[in-house]
Every structure is written in C-alpha cells, then in structure tokens.
C-alpha cells in the first residue's frame, strides 16, 4: 500500500435512533460528532433506519392498501365494461 492515501479505518458508534440500538463498526467516515459508549468515546454517526429497524429486515411489511386501489380502477373503467 502506498503511504498518505488511505483514509484511517477505525471503530465508528452508529445510532439507530428509530429503534435506539447501538452498533459499532469499523468505518473510514470521519465524523464530527463523538459519543461515549461502554466506558470508550468513539467517533459517532446516528442513522434514521438500519438493519434493526428497517420492515425488510424485522419481517413487519406492511400490506397495501388494494381494495381502495381496485375499487377505483373500477369506478373509472366501468364505462367501458361491454355489455352481452
């Protein structure tokens, strides 16, 4: 590896802060913000979603919403219906 063009890896707190669970990760982001976290400060980055709070992952998907959906195709192509 050449010297000075790496960024520095090192241990980075993240925050999920929709379901307030904490993970710490090697990264090379540099942030601004720090936070002490099991008796060490580490450098600090919160996140709306993650794995621990995105419906993919949890498995609580959300059903669509499809009657409103057909019923309103319906009303707006019943006219064209053909008739026997």
């Known amino acids: 590896m050449r ?3 790496h960024p520095e ?3 980075v707190l ?3 802060t929709n379901a ?3 993970f710490l ?3 090379t982001l540099n942030p ?3 936070k002490e976290y099991q008796g060490k400060i580490y ?15 949890t498995g609580e998907q959300r059903q669509a919403n499809n ?3 057909i019923a309103s195709f319906n009303k707006r192509f019943n006219r064209f219906k053909r008739s026997h």
Not at 43 to 57: G, K, R, W
Request: charged share 20%; net charge negative.
């Open 3 to 5: 010297a000075n063009i």
């Open 9 to 11: 890896y090192r241990e």
């Open 14 to 16: 993240f925050h999920d």
């Open 20 to 22: 307030d669970v904490y």
């Open 25 to 27: 990760i090697g990264s």
């Open 32 to 34: 601004t913000q720090t």
């Open 43 to 57: 450098p600090y980055v919160s996140l709306d979603i993650s794995s621990a709070s995105h419906p993919f992952y």
């Open 67 to 69: 009657e409103g959906r």
